[in-house]
């Protein structure tokens, strides 16, 4: 199990939480996200498989946030 922490900027409320643990989850692989609105850091943790930090950026960004 690996576990990466990515900071993201423009999530406000549970909504955002929910919208980006979703995208999140979807990647395959990954068994928990964990968003905290205050630091604005996102726990990722996932099987080593074909997983990369790049296309879980890439999955907060489809959600329509930025990675800091």
Do not use: F, P, W
Not at 31 to 38: F, G, H, I, N, P
Not at 41 to 68: C, F, M, P, W
């Amino acid at each position: 199990m690996k576990r990466e922490v990515i900071k993201a900027a423009g999530m406000s409320c549970g909504h955002c939480v929910m919208r980006v643990t979703k995208a999140l989850k979807a990647v395959e692989g990954v068994s928990e996200a964990t968003v905290d609105l205050a630091s604005g850091n996102i726990t990722v943790d996932y099987d080593g498989g074909g997983i990369t930090r790049s296309s879980l950026e890439d999955a907060i960004r489809k959600a329509g946030y930025q990675v800091v």
